[in-house]
C-alpha cells in the first residue's frame, strides 16, 4: 500500500479538535495526577508503524490507493495502520452514528486493551475527550473527540505522540505526571495546548493534552 504525501509549510496554526463529530460514550475519567509513564522496547511490527507515522509528519493531505483518505485526526490514525494491514474502522459495533475515533475504540476493544499506563508501548493509541466542543452548549460532556498514535515516551515520561491536531499532522507532547504544566521554567514543553480557549468556557475547562487524554489502546497484534 502506498502512501502520497504532500508537504506545505505551515503559516498559521489555529488549534481544533478532530473534525469527526463525538458520540456519547461511558468511560473512565483519569484522576488528575497519574504516575510517569513508562516505554518498553518496540517490537519490529510496532517499529514499523511508528516510522509509518513519523513520515507523515508535516503532511497536508494523504492518499492510499488513489483513494484520498480523510484529514482528521481518526483519519490520519487509520491511514497509518491501513499501511500495515490493519483497519481500525473494522469492528462490530451496532452504532449507525459511530464517528471515527469511536470506531476506533470499538476496534481497539475487540482486538485489544484499553489502559492509563504506566507502561506506554510505541505504537499506542491515545484517545482525549472534550478537545472541542462539539454539541456546543458549554459544558464537557463531549467524550472520544481525539486519537493519536503514541511515537515514544521521553526520559522524564513525557509521552509524545503524532496526530492531526491543528493545520497539519505533527508531533505532540503530554506528560501525566504534570497534566497542567505546558512549560517547565527552562522551556522545555511538557503538555501541548489542544483545544482553544473560548470565552464561553466554565471554570474548570482543560486546553492540554495531560488535562484533556482519557486512556491509551494497545492492537494486538500490531
Request: charged fraction near 25%.
Amino acid at each position: 500500500m502506498r502512501f502520497l504525501f504532500i508537504m506545505a509549510t505551515i503559516t498559521l496554526v489555529t488549534l481544533v479538535g478532530c473534525t469527526t463529530p463525538p458520540s456519547e460514550l461511558p468511560h473512565r475519567s483519569a484522576p488528575d495526577t497519574r504516575p510517569c509513564c513508562r516505554s518498553v522496547e518496540a517490537t519490529p511490527s510496532r517499529t514499523a508503524i511508528v516510522r509509518t507515522a513519523a513520515k507523515l509528519v508535516g503532511a497536508r493531505t494523504i492518499e492510499s490507493k488513489g483513494r484520498r483518505i480523510a484529514y482528521d485526526c481518526a483519519g490520519v490514525t487509520r491511514a497509518i495502520f491501513l499501511e500495515h494491514g490493519i483497519d481500525l474502522y473494522d469492528s462490530r459495533t451496532n452504532d449507525s452514528k459511530a464517528n471515527g475515533v469511536r470506531l476506533i475504540y470499538a476496534h481497539v476493544r475487540q482486538h485489544g486493551t484499553l489502559h492509563q499506563g504506566p507502561v506506554v508501548h510505541p505504537g499506542d493509541l491515545v484517545f482525549f475527550d472534550n478537545t472541542w466542543d462539539f454539541n456546543g452548549d458549554g459544558m464537557l460532556n463531549d467524550p472520544l473527540t481525539h486519537v493519536g498514535v503514541v511515537e515514544r515516551v521521553e526520559p522524564d515520561g513525557t509521552v509524545v505522540f503524532i496526530s492531526r491536531v491543528a493545520d497539519a499532522i505533527e508531533r505532540y507532547r503530554m506528560n501525566l505526571a504534570l497534566p497542567h504544566v505546558h512549560k517547565t521554567a527552562d522551556g522545555r514543553v511538557l503538555n501541548d495546548y489542544m483545544r482553544r480557549k473560548l470565552p464561553t468556557d466554565p471554570d474548570d475547562m482543560g486546553y492540554l493534552t495531560g488535562e484533556l487524554f482519557t486512556f491509551y489502546g494497545t492492537r494486538v497484534g500490531a
